[in-house]
C-alpha cells in the first residue's frame, strides 16, 4: 500500500523560501510522474508542479514558475519542492500525488506566508 509523507512546511514572510519533501514508500516512485498541489482556505486543490518519470522534464503553474522548483530523487524515493520568492497567495497545505489514478492523500504540509 502506497503511503505518502509530506513535509518541510511552515510559516515565512514575503519573500522567503521554504523546501518541501514527499516521501513515498510502498511503490518504485522511477516509474511515475508525480506532482505537487496545494489547497488554499476556501479553494478547490490545484496542481502546481509536476515532474515526468520519463525525463525528468517539469510543468509549474504560471502562479509559480520562475519562483518554485521541483526535482526527484528515485533512491530516496522523494520528491522535492523548493519555495523561493514566496508570496502571502502561496499560503496553502501543500500535497504531493501521481497525476492520475490518485493514490489516497497524504496529510499534507502548511505553508504559510505572511508579514
Known amino acids: 500500500q502506497v503511503q505518502l509523507v509530506e513535509s518541510g512546511g511552515g510559516s515565512v514572510q514575503p519573500g522567503g523560501s521554504l523546501r518541501l519533501s514527499c516521501t513515498f514508500s510502498?511503490?518504485?516512485?522511477?516509474?511515475?510522474?508525480i506532482g505537487w498541489f496545494r489547497q488554499a482556505p476556501g479553494k478547490e486543490r490545484e496542481g502546481v508542479s509536476c515532474?515526468?518519470?520519463?525525463?525528468?522534464?517539469?510543468y509549474y503553474a504560471d502562479s509559480v514558475k520562475g519562483r518554485f522548483t521541483i526535482s526527484r530523487d528515485n533512491v530516496q524515493n522523494t520528491v522535492y519542492l523548493q519555495m523561493d520568492s514566496l508570496k502571502p497567495e502561496d499560503t496553502a497545505v501543500y500535497y504531493c500525488?501521481?497525476?492520475?489514478?490518485?493514490?489516497?492523500w497524504g496529510q499534507g504540509t502548511q505553508v504559510t506566508v505572511s508579514s
Open positions: 500525488n501521481k497525476v492520475s489514478n490518485l493514490w489516497p
Open positions: 510502498g511503490i518504485p516512485l522511477q516509474y511515475y510522474t
Open positions: 515532474i515526468s518519470s520519463a525525463d525528468g522534464s517539469t
